[in-house]
């Protein structure tokens, strides 16, 4: 169990390593500049004498991410439950939904500004809108296809809707949700960025986007590649938040979370 | 038109177009010079610009509508561009032969390490200002700047951290730029960015009373400034030489009849109307060639650069913070005669 572990964080970290090695080396080796293309360690030298404006601005995208993610998280279970649960509201909603997903958050983005003002409340409703399709989609998915068998214990026995939601539905649909919610975790701080392209406030606490802007302008690309890396960083942070409430919720009882030996992780 | 920094341009970059200019109509004004000799080879040369074709590029499309740069022996593909193209870095690259770029960032881009080089100004004077409703009280730079407002703005122009210096700027809200008039139109109080000849024709056609306060009393650095690179100039540089001697002439042709080539500029931008192009090549006309400084036939001015101007720039630079030194300003521009070699 121990040395499983070890190794799961191990690999990918010498993977990662080994990617950076090669990236300094190539980039070293044929003198390409800076501004077209830095190394790790000069974007990590940016990164730490850029330290508190990157902080602050990761704290900005972080927030409307997180939020955004939440927001999306409520309406996707909810929406995704009362859609599952009604055939004719399934049939009826779930391409209107398909289609939501297919519309370009860029050219939707403008529109948030002129409705929600600039700001948190434009990149949060961004994230929002990335974020809630794959939650929704999953919950569907996970709803409808409880087994029925289950299905008719709960209905010989009387349960009410309510009942037979909370107690079967949910519970089993988790592991698709929780599929759903690391999808979005990623989609969500996207979502925020893009928000931010077009809401941003400037200043001393812009955030990432605002940032990635600013330095793209200054042609100050390591300044860009640090600010892109606290974007992977908050996604990954939400990823990894997600997944770990996924397992603390379904580790006792779906093969999901069992080691393929059949132990436990 | 650099100033127009739309993230959804941004996005747009991957729709850019790239157009034949052998394939412009060529029928030539009666100054036209002689046409290329049919058996003449023409050089290829790739012109970046840094925005949708507009009358901010009317010279170069001047003189591809006239077969001036043909009978230069080269044969230019105008690229059209978007807010997002890396200009400065395509043509520091050598992606590109010749790029529009800011005067700005060819400082900014070779105290990176780019070996970018201005050969043409179009711009005498900054072209940009700020864009207020006509309502607005607000008539200075000094109180935009100690005011309130919410002004829709690139991030990272160094001319906001000029103003800040000068005048604090701890009440204003800084948004991004939209690129578009929808926010300004619908908020009386909203200020944003503008092309002085862009945005305000936009308004005007559209019944907006508005007015603009100039950036160039703070920061006048050249504008719409081509740029090639040192490797290009050091292999060829009697093709450089060439390139703007014919944009040169190119601009004389278009600011003295912007109507004969502004038809061929809208066909490649048909979200600006001819009327608008009219207007706005009237606008451009006295920064590209101020009255000071002689007069449409006299041609020396068109296109040219000094190093003290170049110098002023590197310093608000540095003052700013997106410099650390100066630098060789002379290396950042060539000179270019009017007259062939």
Known sequence: ?265 | MKCHLNPFHQVAVATTIFMSVVACDRSSPPESGQPASPTKKLTSVTLQLNWVPEPEFGGMFAAVHDGIYADEGLEVEIRKGGAQVPCAQLVASGQVQFAVVSGEEVLTLRARGGAIVAVFATFQQNPTGFLLHASNPIDSLEALWTSASTIGIDPGLPFVQILNQKYGGKSLKLVPYSGALATFMASPEYVQQCFITAEPVECQLRGLATKVLPISDVFNPYGAVIATNETTIRDNRPMVEAFVRATREGWRRYLKSPEVYNPTIARMNPSMTIEAMNLAAKLEAPLIIPQSEGSLDGESSIGRMTLERWRITGEQLVQTGVMTAVGTVEDAFLKVDSAPH
């Not at chain 1, 080796?29 to 730490?48: C, H, N, Q, S």
């Not at chain 1, 955004?68 to 859609?83: D, K, L, R």
């Not at chain 1, 003002?117 to 929704?136: D, E, K, M, R, S």
């Not at chain 1, 986007?209 to 302008?217: D, K, T, Y």
């Open chain 1, 1 to 265: 169990m121990k040395i499983r572990s070890i190794r799961t964080v191990i690999a990918p970290a010498v993977a990662v390593v080994i990617a950076l090695a090669a990236w300094e080396v190539a980039v070293a080796i044929t003198g390409v500049r800076a501004y077209l293309l830095p190394g790790p360690l000069e974007i990590a030298r940016t990164m730490w004498l850029n330290s508190a404006r990157l902080f602050d601005a990761s704290i900005q995208t972080a927030m409307a991410a997180t939020i955004g993610f939440v927001i999306a998280t409520g309406i996707g279970i909810v929406a995704g439950s009362v859609i599952a649960a009604v055939p004719v509201l399934r049939r009826a909603l779930y391409p209107l939904a398909t289609i939501l997903q297919m519309v370009p958050l860029v050219a939707v983005a403008p529109l948030l500004v002129i409705w929600l003002g600039f700001g948190l409340p434009t990149a949060i409703a961004a994230a929002t809108v990335v974020a809630i399709f794959p939650v929704l989609a999953a919950t569907i998915d996970g709803q409808v296809s409880v087994d029925p068998g289950l299905r008719e214990i709960f209905a010989l026995h009387g349960a009410s809707g309510w009942t037979r939601w909370s107690k079967l539905d949910l519970p089993a649909s988790i592991p698709n949700i929780v599929t759903g919610l690391r999808i979005s975790a990623g989609l969500a701080v996207i979502g925020a960025i893009v928000g931010e392209f077009v809401s941003g406030y400037g200043g001393d606490d812009a955030p990432l986007g605002i940032v990635v802007m600013s330095a793209m302008r200054e042609a100050r690309t390591d300044l860009v590649f640090g600010a892109v890396a606290l974007c992977a960083v908050v996604g990954f942070a939400l990823f990894g938040l997600v997944s770990f409430v996924g397992w603390v919720l379904v580790r006792r009882w779906h093969s999901s979370a069992v080691d393929p030996s059949g132990e436990k992780s």
